[in-house]
């Protein structure tokens, strides 16, 4: 359901916030057993939240944008007393001191929480397989996965348990998921939204994004959630600009590159090309100047990620040490202890990446592979400022395939990182980019287009997922 | 196993045989990085050119302690509490 129109009727009187609600929490009565989107429903809080906003329309105040909108969030955000797990049992049974600035801005802007998703470990996967709790599942074919590792805020929206998510997208962790489920999917620039109260994975790459129904309601939530916030040191400090009043403003002149290597990428379905190609006519078609354009270091982008996020996360995760919250095992002096918790409360996929980053950073090897990766970020970097001077935006697929079976890809990582070719080069560069669903691929399952932007760009970026979101068939 | 050591892993036998040739793969697939010219290319570590970023230096308060205490496996004193750090004296 509409988040924008949600809102607009409740500010308005003509809806009641508890009645939204109560539509939302129902589906999930029906449908959660089978799709295990959330690690926690919070049907009390959430009723609670309602009450208060429509009991501020009665009073005659505004309750924000988001007034009275349901929203999942994933379950890697702090909230205070409410369990946040990460989809780990190293902090199953964790409750928060504090919360997430996100977590703060929703619910000023009078956004009713219904409750926490599901996701990958500590956010590191493609397929919301690597949850200690179980995977999600897709709600368009259950016997698919929902994407991941935000699997749970897609599945979410997808599945109408709520009107809006919010995700974390570190790799494509928002996107991918987003174009399996058939949702829209949005990861800011990087430093645009505050990451206080993210639990870490790998901190020069993890943004917080919106899921939404449209490309109109992910406008609506990512601006109330961006802009500076003291707490997190990364956090953009200049003004941001306004997304939602020019979001249809149109596509005439607008310069569009169509990233070759990612359309040609190896792997690709030849339906989620044709959907590219289609995208970018129909951009054409509303007076865009459409051309394709080669980018040729994003192709080493896969590679550069699987050692500079995995050398970031086994820093960012040595915090999980049995001292100071969550899980420990006993052993006979600290270090024992350390690494008996560790062993026990991490799962596989975790361990394959500390253990990848660990070795990464390791005297004698850090220059060859993390100092590599970073020279070659730079690369990426370069190649896309040269591909912004000709073009105002670039498009590409979100994810090579379609929703793929669950346990199709869980016994050979390397096949399953593929999943994350196209949106990777993204967070390398810290650009914003958003994933738009555009028709269908194989089995009829849902096919996303990318479309990526500069550093802060937005508001064009934006005009065009707009356009391409008209124009689907 | 060495790295497992470094990163406070302890991985039991069957996972060190499953995650070997994990590992070997996807460093295999990295070697691809090698074969580019990064000669007198800066290395990027963060996206943003940040320097020094400070914040006014004034009190507000911290999270409470009672209820950080509360979250941990063990603590007692308004301390953590944790198994012996140093081993036994020669």
């Not at chain 1, 919301?128 to 179980?134: I, L, R």
């Not at chain 1, 509303?286 to 040729?296: E, H, I, L, Q, T």
């Not at chain 1, 399953?416 to 738009?436: K, Q």
Request: aromatic content about 6%.
């Amino acid at each position: 359901m509409s988040a924008s129109r949600i809102a607009d009727d409740v500010r308005a009187g003509r809806r009641s916030a508890r009645a939204v609600l109560e539509e939302h929490l129902a589906r999930i009565d029906e449908r959660e057993g089978e799709i295990h989107a959330f690690n926690l429903v919070l049907a009390d809080e959430a009723r609670a939240a309602a009450d208060g906003v429509d009991a501020a329309v009665a009073a005659g105040d505004d309750p924000g944008p988001l007034a009275g909108v349901p929203i999942a969030v994933k379950d890697n955000m702090a909230t205070r007393g409410i369990a946040t797990t990460c989809g780990s049992r190293i902090l199953e049974g964790w409750r928060p001191p504090y919360d997430a600035t996100v977590i703060t801005r929703l619910r000023d802007a009078g956004a009713v929480i219904v409750g926490k998703t599901n996701l990958d470990e500590f956010a590191m996967g493609s397929s919301t397989e690597n949850s200690a709790f179980g995977p999600t599942r897709n709600p368009r074919d259950p016997s698919r996965v929902a994407g991941g590792s935000s699997g749970g805020s897609a599945a979410a929206v997808a599945a109408g348990f709520a009107s809006l998510a919010i995700g974390s997208d570190t790799g494509g962790s928002i996107r991918q998921p987003a174009a399996l489920c058939g949702v829209v999917g949005m990861k800011p620039t990087y430093g645009a939204v505050s990451r206080y109260g993210l639990v870490a994975f790998a901190s020069s790459l993890d943004q917080i994004g919106p899921f939404s129904n449209s490309v109109t309601d992910a406008a609506l939530l990512l601006e109330a959630i961006w802009g500076h916030d003291p707490l997190d040191s990364t956090s953009i400090a200049q003004p941001l600009p306004a997304v939602g009043s020019v979001l249809d403003d149109g596509v005439s002149g607008l310069r569009v590159g169509v990233i070759e290597e990612l359309t040609d990428v190896e792997g690709i379905e030849p339906e989620v090309r044709a959907a590219v190609e289609s995208a970018a006519s129909a951009l054409g078609d509303a007076g865009a100047k459409v051309d394709r354009v080669s980018v040729p270091s994003t192709i080493y982008g896969l590679s550069a990620y699987y050692l500079i996020a995995p050398a970031e996360a086994s820093s960012n995760l040595a915090r999980y040490d049995g001292v100071r919250y969550g899980l420990r095992v006993d052993g006979e002096d600290v270090a024992a202890m350390n690494a008996a918790t560790r062993e026990a409360g991490f799962g596989p996929e975790v361990k394959r990446r500390i253990m990848l980053g660990t070795y990464a950073l390791s005297a004698g090897y850090y220059d060859a592979y993390y100092g590599q990766a970073q020279r070659v970020r730079t690369l990426i970097i370069r190649d896309f400022d040269r591909a912004y001077e000709q073009f105002d935006v670039l498009l590409s697929p979100t994810s090579p395939t379609v929703a793929f079976e669950l346990g199709a890809k869980t016994a050979d990582p390397l096949a399953m990182y593929l999943s994350d070719v196209c949106t990777i080069p993204t967070n390398l560069a810290g650009h914003p980019a958003i994933s738009v669903p555009f028709g269908t691929g194989a089995d009829g399952l849902p096919v996303g287009v990318q479309v990526l932007a500069p550093a802060l760009g937005e508001p064009v970026m934006f005009r065009a997922a707009r356009a391409i979101e008209r124009s689907a068939p | 196993m060495h790295v497992a050591k470094l990163a406070r892993l302890a991985l039991t036998d069957e996972e060190i045989e499953a995650i070997t040739p994990e590992l070997a793969a996807i460093l295999e697939h990295a070697e691809e990085l090698s074969a580019l010219d990064t000669h007198g290319v800066a290395p990027t570590a963060h996206p943003l050119p940040l320097v020094n970023v400070f914040r006014p230096d004034v009190p507000r308060p911290g999270v409470d302690r009672a209820e950080v205490l509360a979250a941990a496996p063990h603590a007692e004193d308004g301390r953590f509490r944790v198994p012996r750090i140093l081993g036994d004296a020669p």
